[in-house]
């Protein structure tokens, strides 16, 4: 998740936009670990949980939530020799961190209910679906629990782009990425070095520099050195490839787009896959699903631990401890500890009788929650591969109903598998998501079918979700505008009384996994220090 912007194209100048530009000259990967390199990453802090030394004085711990700042909360103060008690009101771990394979349901509010009817083997990340190289904390659980990791095929220059409100001739065309990207770094390189071998720079840099950067565009644009012209590079594309013998024999090379047709197509907008920082040319996944990850925590907790399928009804706070009311198959408990570690979304807490002080309430109503949603449709036959040669990466439109297509980084070269067919935000998420699930498959069978040839006639079976509509998490993520995180936020990372509130809500990685984990280490940090004075 946390990928709000992504494959949107920006009209604003502003920081993020330039960011975004620079990105997309050189590489993510590239400036990314350069600035990590630097000191300038913005990557998760922590890359280890906290050693929590000393026996506590008062180390009863009563967790609100099984996602995974509950569940890291919950091993970290257990190795401590807490007595953790964990409270999930769905009957399996993970919180938004799921995976819909065969025999998973989902029943959203005021909607149908979905038996997820895939093949086996093959599934769908409808949360979390990817891991940037810089989330430690992250890794940290994948590493030490022993869940294995494949790469995530992230940006793909072999797959599609997609304008349909552009114009001339690429406009309602898909086009190679690669395309797009050689020809206009290409044009530009040319454009930019033969103003400098004009003397337009020279007042910038000396004769010698001047050169030398004349010969980086070269390079960089794939143009002649006689003429400093781009005509194009294999590295676009063939449009017969080389092969054996004198047919194809070298093959028929592919002529580069005008660029007034590239510029007017807008197509310049998506040059670049991803759009935020936390995106890589490849990434990390989990080997069959994100769900494996809270799946492997929960397993090392002590049988019985968590609670599943047990409803929060009420919170209340004493000077000496924390209750709280739950409801399970009609059946109402009390339980009591003397702290409380809550991680419930703060879009569900608000609706829950808290008992909280008014300016933490008032705090809380800050944030916002994110409408999200997706769809995966399972394919008979992998056309994208066979038909298309496209293997993982993301098609990115200009249809905010969509957004995205994201191919599968798993399965390659299998007979089936699953597609992302939309990945919607904001107002297109709460639209879209007013339809049945038939209808969401049939909008995203109807746009995938403008692009791939095969789409519906492969299509065998869906699954959806809106996220903002999904009864434990009313949004997809927390959102803070820059008022809120300098106001409210602050506030929420101290303690109301005995409970600590923990969640990717409460970091500077929205929607990560990662601001789930480091949130949980930095409150049970906290939590001990208080614990050990009693």
Known sequence: MGDLDMGMASNGLTRRFFLERLGRMGGTAMLLAGMDALGFGIGSALAAPPKLEGKPRKNRVVILG????????????????????????RSFPGGRAQTARKGFSLTELGGATQNC???????????????????????????????PLELFNNDNDASFLFFEKGKGPLAGKPVRKGEVAADMLGYSSEILAKLSKQGALDSQ???????????????FGHLSKKDLNYTGTPGRGFLVDPGAGTDPGPGKPSAP?????????????????????????????PVQGMEQIPKAIARHLPDGMIRYSTEVQRIRQ????????VM??????????????????????????????????????KCAYAPVGKIGLQMKRRFWEEDHSIYGGHVFCDNPDINNIA???????????????????????????????????????????????????????????????????LGGWGMWSDEARATAYPLLTEPDGRLYLAGEHMSYIGGWQAGAFESAWQQVERLHARAMKG
């Open 66 to 89: 099984a996602g995974n700042a509950g569940l890291a909360s919950a091993y970290e103060l257990t190795q401590a020799g807490y007595q953790v008690t964990v409270i999930e009101a």
């Open 407 to 473: 191919l599968p980084s798993t399965g390659w070269q299998g007979q089936k598998g699953v597609l992302l067919g939309y990945y919607n935000f904001g107002p297109n998420a709460a639209k879209v998501s007013a339809r049945s699930p038939a209808d969401r498959a049939a909008l995203a069978l109807d746009y995938g079918q403008k692009i791939f040839p095969a789409y519906k006639e492969s299509y065998e079976t869906s699954f959806s979700v809106a996220w903002h509509r999904v009864k434990y998490n």
């Open 205 to 219: 840099m000396g004769a010698e520099d001047k050169e030398r950067f004349i010969e980086f565009l070269t390079e």
């Open 318 to 325: 004493s000077p000496k401890g924390v209750t709280v009311d």
């Open 257 to 285: 787009h005008k660029l007034n047709d590239l510029l007017d197509s807008g197509l310049w907008h998506m040059l670049h896959s991803v759009a935020e920082w936390e995106q890589q040319r490849t990434m990390f996944q």
């Open 117 to 147: 009817d895939y093949d086996d083997g093959l599934y769908i990340n409808h949360g979390p679906w990817r891991i940037p190289y810089h989330h430690h904390s992250t890794l940290h659980y994948t590493r030490k629990f022993g869940v």
């Open 328 to 365: 399970r198959d009609g059946q109402p408990e009390t339980i009591a500890a003397d702290w409380c570690i809550c991680t419930i979304p703060l879009s569900v807490l608000k609706t829950i009788d808290h008992g909280l002080s008014p300016a933490f309430a008032e705090a809380m109503a």
